[in-house]
């Protein structure tokens, strides 16, 4: 078990010890990231390589790197580095990996971080590959559970596109190292792929789906929300239709558990209602503030630098 | 005895037997060897071959060749129980089982379009194989391909 300057490309290389270990260690650095200061990771230089659009990964990774008192290089826009006179991937990670310790790498190919693994000579760190893995927000997925509810025993509804949601995916995969019991709310369209429902419930997951979100609404610990794309309906009609059924609003406050608490990965559209953002119920917010902790704690393995 | 009597018919001297080729794949096997309408060599095709252990077989006899590794692996992947016998001396001078490969390099394309290995990165296709029905499995992507898998083969 040791995570130490290894490269973060997919859930799947993750035991449930080694995801434990890296939650643990956030709560500790959950601190400075709440704004303290540190010098822990000083000296050390994250390169962002983003080639595609994102502002909390990229933001909450620069945040988690000078919160530690480390330094950040960004790529910079495409048409301002050599990605524009066709370089390959391959190439720039390997000159990169030469002017920096880490990189955090967004690409629109699936499989571009693995690829990436294979060129760098420093910790390749995926913060997303076009539809497949963003292991760093399944984490702080995690985190959130563990902080606002609790992994052991949970009882977790994900809800919208479990189709193409390929994050969906992993967190299922990591919620059922942990034994969870999960209810995959979607239209009909939208349903998780047979192949990934088998691997879920082969690991010991419980797995159930219903396209009524009102079935689970006082049953659940965690409402796990999602966006549904317009473009996944060629019947905007349709859209409109399961846009609808697929929507928290205050309306449905008085319905909810308790202590049930509601996550969505942001950005959010038309799933959840700003009237819901000030209830109890809701920690969307402090989500993706516990995308600091997290990737705090992931850069300090990865760099080889104990807490 | 059908067997017996196709030797009769098409003895070879020195060349290759590939037996056992799962019934329908036999012009598959053709194309993984290269063998096209403008090729030279002396090539017999057998379909449909009734056959007590497998109920019905394709049957390709190639002479004055032998097969590459590369070429085993790939028949191996469209057709797992195939034997591959080495006539030397119209005798079969060897014989053994195709045997599938755990990673495959270089012979499969993915079928995920949006894969990085099916773009100008410098990296070969690399599949993890499991067996019973066969899957291949991006080392990349990680995306599955359980059917057509001949016409993903490069
Ligand atoms: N000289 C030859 N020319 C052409 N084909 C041959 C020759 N010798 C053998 N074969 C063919 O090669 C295959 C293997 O021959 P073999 O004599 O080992 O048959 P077998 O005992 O049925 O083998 P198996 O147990 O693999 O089914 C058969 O299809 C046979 O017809
Ligand atoms: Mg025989
Ligand atoms: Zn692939």
Redesign the pocket.
Known sequence: MNIDRRHIVSMKDFTRDEIDVVLERAIKLEPLARGGRSDILAGNILALLFYEPSTRTRMSFETAMLRLGGSVLNLGSKEASSVVKGETLADTIRVISTYSDAIVLRHPSEGSARMAAEYASVPIINGGDGAGHHPTQTLLDLYTIKKESHLEQLDIAIVGDLKYGRTVHSLAYALSLYGANITLVSPQQLKIPDQIKEDLKAMGARVSETENLDEVLDSVDVLYMTRIQKERFPDPTEYSKVVGAYKITEAHLDNLREDMIIMHPLPRVYEIDASVDDSAHARYFEQSFYGVPIRMALLTMVLGVEV | MT?KKEVRVHPIRDGTVI??IKAGQAMNVLRILGITGSSSAVISVAMNVS???IGSKDVVKIENRELMEKEVDKIALISPNATINIIREFGVAGKHRVELPEMVESMVRCANPNCISNTNEPVSSKFEVKKGPIRLRCIYCEHVITENIVEQLL
Do not use: E, K, T
Request: net charge negative.
């Open positions: 067997l037996d056992h056959s007590q252990d």
